[in-house]
């Protein structure tokens, strides 16, 4: 037990210090750019219905500028987390299952780079457009840059993380886990959840935006049964 505590802790540590790495990553200028945090800052700002954000206290464009750069770090080091979890659970399994475990590492990174993209040109116009456009004959869209920071790169975070469902179940299935005849049977529970899980990240209640939410997660689920036949 104290042995397994042990690797528990090198591991933790890798992955603090990997997000530490990836923070500095994102906040180092790079040259005739600037830093990738402010670069994405940038880039969000402009989904807003001014192209600006309004900061409503002398600290608030500091500390959501970290906040971003927190984001942006756990998502650079996504590769050594999951690198980090998967070395800690390795010494349970067999050798062949071990490198279909590491060959995961950059799929699990691809789609969730490929779901970031996802979000941020589909699914987060249709957000930001419902927002910026309810009821403009009561309300200004004057928003906060903390929170409209804090929910669109929640947003693009939680969508990037669904999208690596279908590599997980593949290799799932790869290592004898689940079997896709046992993931088919769940597909009525799996087209449920997704439109729970829409409803929970969907920044906005109308029911347009979770169906573009939901719909591409259980679409997912079923791209994963089908990568879990070839497997």
């Not at 505590?5 to 040259?31: F, H, Q, T, Y």
């Not at 899980?197 to 109308?206: E, K, L, Q, R, S």
């Given at each position: 037990m104290l042995e397994h505590?042990?690797?528990?802790?090198?591991?933790l540590v890798g992955a603090v210090i990997g997000v530490v790495v990836g923070i500095l990553v994102a906040v180092i200028p790079l040259p005739g750019y600037?830093?990738?945090?402010?670069?994405?800052?940038?880039?969000?700002?402009?989904?807003?219905?001014?192209?600006?954000?309004?900061?409503?206290?002398?600290?608030?464009?500091?500390?959501?500028?970290?906040?971003?750069?927190?984001?942006?770090?756990?998502?650079?080091?996504?590769?050594?987390?999951?690198?980090?979890?998967?070395a800690f659970v390795t010494p349970a399994?067999?050798?062949?299952?071990k490198k279909y475990l590491y060959?995961?590492?950059?799929?699990?990174?691809?789609?969730?780079?490929?779901?970031?993209g996802f979000c941020y040109?589909?699914?987060l116009p249709f957000a930001i457009a419902f927002l910026g456009g309810f009821q403009t004959d009561i309300f200004a869209p004057l928003w906060s840059a903390e929170r409209y920071l804090d929910f669109v790169t929640t947003f693009l975070f939680w969508?990037?993380?669904?999208?690596?469902?279908?590599i997980v179940m593949y290799f799932?299935?790869?290592?004898?886990?689940?079997?896709?005849?046992?993931l088919s049977s769940f597909r009525k529970y799996a087209?449920?959840?997704?439109?729970?899980?829409?409803?929970?990240?969907?920044?906005?209640?109308?029911?347009?935006?979770?169906?573009?939410?939901?719909?591409?997660?259980?679409f997912l689920f079923e791209i994963g049964i089908l990568l879990a036949r070839f497997a």
């Amino acid at each position: 037990m104290l042995e397994h505590l042990d690797e528990l802790r090198k591991r933790l540590v890798g992955a603090v210090i990997g997000v530490v790495v990836g923070i500095l990553v994102a906040v180092i200028p790079l040259p005739g750019y600037g830093s990738i945090t402010e670069m994405s800052v940038k880039l969000l700002a402009e989904r807003a219905p001014a192209g600006k954000l309004t900061t409503l206290g002398p600290g608030e464009g500091f500390f959501t500028f970290l906040q971003v750069a927190l984001i942006i770090g756990i998502a650079l080091s996504m590769p050594v987390i999951i690198y980090q979890l998967l070395a800690f659970v390795t010494p349970a399994l067999y050798e062949n299952e071990k490198k279909y475990l590491y060959i995961a590492v950059p799929g699990v990174t691809v789609s969730f780079a490929i779901g970031v993209g996802f979000c941020y040109f589909l699914m987060l116009p249709f957000a930001i457009a419902f927002l910026g456009g309810f009821q403009t004959d009561i309300f200004a869209p004057l928003w906060s840059a903390e929170r409209y920071l804090d929910f669109v790169t929640t947003f693009l975070f939680w969508v990037g993380v669904t999208f690596e469902l279908p590599i997980v179940m593949y290799f799932l299935s790869k290592m004898g886990v689940v079997t896709p005849q046992r993931l088919s049977s769940f597909r009525k529970y799996a087209f449920v959840g997704a439109f729970l899980i829409g409803a929970v990240i969907t920044p906005t209640p109308d029911p347009i935006n979770q169906t573009i939410v939901s719909l591409p997660i259980y679409f997912l689920f079923e791209i994963g049964i089908l990568l879990a036949r070839f497997a």
